[in-house]
């Protein structure tokens, strides 16, 4: 006969017995923190719905990169917030771009410090889509030219490496854009550039502090096209695949609190390192809550955090990373 219930409580009975048979632990190699830059001299302009997060003009980066490095944190996601914007996003591949030059910067700082680069148009464009758009007026429904915004998106991504990013990582889920991209890259000399693909990205309420951060709002119609519907599970499966397919190096789940199934889902069906994005609203709430009171801020995270690697996921892109690089020292 055997009771299994008192086998658990047995393992629990010691700090030591815990620690021994702890399935999962977050540590500061599993982080990515993001990092917004734009231009101007002395711009530290931190974004209202998320406390502790700014927009950093490039001569703040050198201190906020030092700071990062001594943290022990080894990779950042680089977002631009340039000051032109056109219908074909065109500062995003402009070699003097404000992410191009950030990460020139950065690599020669900090040239073991991972410079992850997000490759997309929307913070570059002037209607805020993540592509070359056709907007029909009588339905405000915005669609995205599929084939020129891959030959843009592309342009973005080798001069993001030639500038000298470690990781692309694309996040305008067109068809075809890992494929795109990678022979981009491939033909360019860059076939040592991992990409890191946003392969599961839901159309979600969550972005919504972020693109005030990015000021990257669509200025009409909504990423319902191009972006998932929060009620599909199996579409999820068949986006990973196809890029798994396309040559994706590691596949991303965003957002991550509300789609831990879906981390699940693909750790079992892909070998391929799975990326958990824990964004802005994600952040945004658990800050305004702390700030009230309410909850016990670094508790509610370490579990979050714990949460993510249980479901699945290998790293986790948050802006907590700092935080947790502290509370983890
Ligand atoms: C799009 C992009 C988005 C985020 C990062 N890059 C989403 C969007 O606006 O559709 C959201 C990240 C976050 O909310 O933290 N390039």
Redesign the pocket.
């Known amino acids: 006969m055997s009771f299994p219930l008192i086998r658990g409580r047995r393992l629990r009975t010691s700090h030591a017995l815990r620690n021994l048979v702890r399935e999962h632990t977050v540590t500061v190699n599993d982080l990515i923190y ?1 990092i917004f830059v734009t231009h101007g001299t002395g711009v530290k302009e931190e974004i209202g719905s998320m406390p502790g997060v700014y927009h950093l003009s490039l001569d703040l980066l050198e201190e906020e990169i030092r700071e990062v490095v001594s943290l022990g944190l080894q990779a950042i996601l680089l ?1 631009g917030v340039p000051h032109e914007k056109d219908a074909h996003g065109s500062s995003a591949y402009d070699p003097n771009g404000i992410v191009q030059e950030a990460t020139r910067r950065i690599k020669a700082m900090a040239p073991e410090l991972l410079v992850v680069a ?1 490759t ?4 570059f464009t002037d209607h805020g889509h ?1 592509g070359v758009v056709h907007y029909d007026e009588k339905k405000n429904r915005a669609d995205v030219l599929n084939d020129p915004s891959l030959e843009l998106l592309t342009k973005t991504a080798v001069s993001q490496a030639e500038a000298g990013a470690d990781i692309i990582a694309p ?2 889920m067109m068809d075809g854009f890992v494929h795109a991209i990678r022979q981009g890259l491939d033909q360019a000399g860059f076939e040592h550039v991992p990409i890191m693909s ?1 392969s599961v ?1 839901y ?2 309420a ?6 005030e ?2 000021h ?3 200025q009409f119609g909504d ?1 319902k096209t191009y ?1 998932m519907d929060p009620a599909n599970a199996r579409e999820a499966m068949r986006e990973a695949r196809g890029d798994v397919a396309e040559g994706a190096d590691m596949l991303m789940v ?2 991550a609190l509300a789609y831990m199934d879906i981390i699940r889902s693909l750790r079992n069906s892909f070998d391929l390192p799975i990326v958990a ?7 945004s709430m658990v800050k305004a809550a702390a700030q009230q009171g309410w909850i016990d801020e670094k508790s509610i995270v370490l579990e979050t955090m714990v949460g993510f690697k249980r479901a699945g996921a290998d790293m986790i ?1 948050t ?1 907590f990373a700092k935080d947790l690089a502290r509370w983890l020292k």
Do not use: H
């Not at 997309?120 to 913070?123: D, E, M, R, T, Y």
């Not at 969550?206 to 693109?211: L, W």
């Open positions: 993001p977002f997000d997309c148009l929307c913070q993540c996040s305008n946003y990205k159309a979600s969550f972005y919504g502090p972020f693109r951060a990015a990257s709002a669509p990423r972006q965003k957002p994005y824990n964004v802005s609203a994600e952040y892109i802006y």
